[in-house]
């Protein structure tokens, strides 16, 4: 396990933000908000790393607030593909749905576009600077690493639910973003398996969201649908369920 530096992870991964964040404010592209996120996500993997109690002051709410902002756009731009997806095949497009959609993501980029004015890159980068430690030894990182486990196996111990999936997927992705996770491939398909999981998720919370704005037409087809991207989750949750049985019997805490 070799000595990190986390003051300089951070602020690579803050200088990212900071670059993708001022693209999403004009384009909103997928990958530009993908990387906004995942640069977010690593930067805060990384000071739970070095200093796990300062995460709130070091990540304030105004940057917390930019990375909610941009998921809520990704979460209706997916959704929006998935739904686009499913009608195409029945040669089918919800109009009125996708109306209430789009509108609901006009909402969203103009939120976001308010965070990104509330947020100071370079005032959180001085903070964290002054807050973080330069490097970590051996002994540091490998205690944080026990106790990522030990969170695991706690969780492991219950019956799995969906808010147990995410808490097992966030603290396995601190893990992998702190370069600490074993190159495994099972191990990185469960973490893809839980993302997905979650997506099929959002998905059909969105669906209930927007359907009452559906025409009568599109509530027959969303109707199979729903029952579609249903039975996709709970094979996923079966899937997932076994390699969370494996995962189990390979955890040494």
């Known amino acids: ?6 003051d300089n992870e951070i602020q690579k ?3 990212a933000m900071r670059l993708y964040a001022e693209k999403v404010s004009r384009h909103f592209g997928e990958e530009d908000i993908h990387q906004l996120r995942v640069n977010y996500k690593k930067a805060r993997a990384f000071i739970r790393l070095s200093n796990g109690k300062k995460v709130k002051k070091l990540l304030p709410p105004t940057i917390k607030d930019l990375y909610t902002a941009a998921g809520k756009i990704r979460d209706l731009q997916l959704h929006i593909k998935s739904v686009k997806r499913y009608f195409k095949d029945l040669d089918s497009t919800p109009t009125h749905y996708l109306d209430a959609v789009n509108a609901e993501l006009k909402e969203a980029k103009d939120e976001y576009k308010q965070c990104y004015k509330n947020v100071s890159f370079q005032r959180i980068a001085k903070t964290a600077s002054a807050n973080i430690a330069s490097d970590l030894r051996h002994r540091e990182i490998k205690q ?17 639910d969906e808010e147990q999936l995410h808490e097992i997927r966030k603290h396995l992705k601190d893990l992998h973003y702190t370069q600490q996770l074993s190159k495994e491939k099972d191990q990185d398909k469960l973490i893809d398996d839980l993302g997905s999981f979650i997506d099929m998720k959002v998905l059909m919370t969105l669906s ?3 359907i009452n704005s559906a025409s009568a037409d599109e509530k027959k087809i969303f109707a199979a649908a729903s029952f579609q991207w249903d039975s996709e989750k709970k094979a996923l949750m079966e899937k997932i369920e076994k390699q969370l049985t494996t995962l189990k019997t390979k955890i040494q805490v």
């Open 13 to 15: 991964r803050l200088k």
């Open 144 to 160: 944080w690493v026990q106790k990522q486990w030990k969170r695991i196996d706690k969780i492991l111990q219950l019956p799995p």
């Open 1 to 6: 396990m070799k000595k990190l530096h986390p």
């Open 208 to 210: 209930d969201q927007f």
